[in-house]
T-cell receptor, first 113, second 115 residues
Framework: AQSVTQPDIHITVSEGASLELRCNYS??????LFWYVQSPGQGLQLLLK??????LVQGIKGFEAEFKRSQSSFNLRKPSVHWSDAAEYFC???????????FGPGTSLSVIP | GAVVSQHPSRVICKSGTSVKIECRSL??????MFWYRQFPKKSLMLMAT?????????EQGVEKDKFLINHASLTLSTLTVTSAHPEDSSFYIC???????????FGPGTRLTVL
């Protein structure tokens, strides 16, 4: 069965510090992998996605993610966090880039000034 | 970029009434719309997939008679919560797939509160 786990429910980092959000997935084939961000009361914004090619994917807002097949992971990183990055982050998996997408439970990020 | 709108953004209704939520693709034709539900501080749960001109496909555990989905045109899908109960209070989000493409666009969501 397809599933996505995000081990960290909540993370707090200081502004300017580096960030890594973890994501692990279970999927029968090579999936499409996504990271979304949701600001309070807002809809979702796609940060980046991966299907094939270079395992290090660059996204918007300075985010990147690395696909590691051996670990079934797709962790999101940012070298220097800004206060505006405080939001909920969702990892997701799908069979294609436009089909059903299954979301992980989310990680809430707080940024300390 | 493509935009998906939802209306209303917020709605408060009394228990037992029905509420209709609209999802529109503003600058592209969406052959497929997905409807998600998000509980407070929880992840998104896929409710159903609707294709223009055909019946929606509901996920397991979602009551199709309670959550009526209509996708009458390539730019509009509606979700009607019938006989709403307080437990239906949630954040409902739609996602549109561009016709012939492989891109997905989320709407901003509709917050439903049932009193």
């Amino acid at each position: 069965a397809q599933s996505v786990t995000q081990p960290d429910i909540h993370i707090t980092v200081s502004e300017g510090a580096s960030l890594e959000l973890r994501c692990n997935y279970s999927y029968g084939a090579t999936p499409y992998l996504f990271w979304y961000v949701q600001s309070p009361g807002q809809g979702l914004q796609l940060l980046l996605k991966y299907f094939s090619g270079d395992t290090l994917v660059q996204g918007i807002k300075g985010f990147e993610a690395e696909f590691k097949r051996s670990q079934s992971s797709f962790n999101l990183r940012k070298p220097s966090v800004h206060w505006s990055d405080a939001a909920e982050y969702f990892c997701a998996v799908g069979a294609t880039s436009y089909d059903k997408v299954i979301f992980g439970p989310g990680t809430s990020l707080s940024v300390i000034p | 970029g493509a935009v998906v709108s939802q209306h209303p953004s917020r709605v408060i209704c009394k228990s037992g009434t029905s509420v209709k939520i609209e999802c529109r693709s503003l600058d592209f034709q969406a052959t497929t719309m997905f409807w998600y539900r998000q509980f407070p501080k929880k992840s998104l749960m896929l409710m159903a997939t609707s294709n223009e001109g055909s019946k929606a496909t509901y996920e397991q555990g979602v009551e199709k008679d309670k959550f009526l989905i209509n996708h009458a045109s390539l730019t509009l899908s509606t979700l009607t919560v019938t006989s709403a109960h307080p437990e239906d209070s949630s954040f409902y989000i739609c996602r549109g797939e561009r016709e012939g493409g492989n891109e997905q666009f989320f709407g901003p969501g509709t917050r439903l509160t049932v009193l």
